[in-house]
């Protein structure tokens, strides 16, 4: 089996849990390919014997990977989306990280983590993906993200025309610091801080949800994810930020978007015992009430 292997970086305090991923690995006979530049950050911190092999970039992971795994928190795992493309390799998240929402597995629970994925006694939650087409090159050859799009005014300067369409058909003008198109996914993270609302993982929606909008009749909705949204911006600035997931490019108010369903989608593994509605309320506090 072959795994490759997935981080930002590596914390002081976390190099003896790395220790025991590789040992671990080792003891499995598992062979792992490491991403470069984090191996390149921990291989004289940590012992290792025996040669190890590492990837720079997507172009280098092939069939042979049976899986990666992503050693962080959400956002390093968001960053896989990016590497493994449309290859279907799964992705293990284990949270190095503080919330650990998608990246739900903690380190405490990584020889069990290790046992599933030896006899595949996991289940791989297919997420859907959103991406996005426009008039100038934007994001690279990674045009889509796992959690949101997203349009935002720039910096301090003021709320922005956010003209919006269904299919062609007009929608709403969103008057607001700036607009975002969720995923499922993507419905617990940024979209939820804005008061939007949680939909199950195969719910085949997309959520529009303005960020500090100047109505008080404006709310969220939810729309089925079939729909190509469109927009068009308007600002006394020059300038607009356009995101995709943690990743962002400046746009003119003359560039032209759309967002629609990626044709792929992402693999997520998770243990048998672990699903949406325990994550909520372990991750979220969904429903807790301290009199109950």
Not at 14 to 41: H, M, R, S
Not at 183 to 198: E, H, K
Not at 270 to 278: A, D, H, Y
């Amino acid at each position: 089996m072959k795994i490759a292997i997935y981080s930002r970086g590596i914390e002081n305090n976390q190099v003896a849990d790395l220790g025991l991923l590789i040992n671990e690995l080792k003891k499995l006979k598992v062979e792992p390919v490491f991403f470069q530049d984090f191996f390149n950050k921990f291989y004289s911190a940590i012992n290792l014997s025996g040669n190890y092999s590492t990837f720079n970039s997507s172009d280098e992971l092939d069939s042979s990977i049976d899986c990666m795994i992503s050693l962080g928190g959400d956002g390093t795992l968001l960053d896989t989306v990016t590497l493994v493309k449309e290859s279907g390799i799964p992705v293990l998240g284990i949270n190095y990280g503080r919330l650990g929402f998608l990246a739900n597995i903690g380190k405490e629970d990584l020889q069990i983590a290790m046992d599933a994925l030896i006899n595949r006694k996991y289940v791989l939650d297919k997420r859907t993906l959103i991406h996005l087409d426009a008039n100038m090159k934007l994001f690279g050859d990674c045009p889509y993200a796992l959690n949101e799009f997203s349009i935002h005014k720039q910096d301090t300067s003021p709320m922005i025309k956010i003209h919006t369409y269904l299919n062609g058909e007009f929608l709403n003008t969103y008057w607001a610091d700036g607009l975002i198109v969720a995923t499922p996914t993507g419905s617990t993270g940024y979209s939820l801080s804005c008061n939007g609302p949680v939909v199950f993982p195969d719910s085949a929606s997309f959520v529009i949800t303005p960020v500090a909008p100047h109505n008080l009749n404006i709310r969220p909705i939810v729309v089925p994810d079939n729909n190509i949204i469109s927009f068009e911006l308007e600002g006394r600035t020059e300038g607009f930020i356009c995101t995709m997931d943690s990743r962002r490019e400046i746009v003119n108010k003359e560039v032209q978007l759309a967002v629609k369903k990626e044709t792929f989608g992402i693999n997520l593994i998770r243990l048998n015992e672990n699903n949406f509605l325990q994550t909520l309320r372990n991750k979220l506090s969904w429903g807790f009430d301290k009199r109950n």
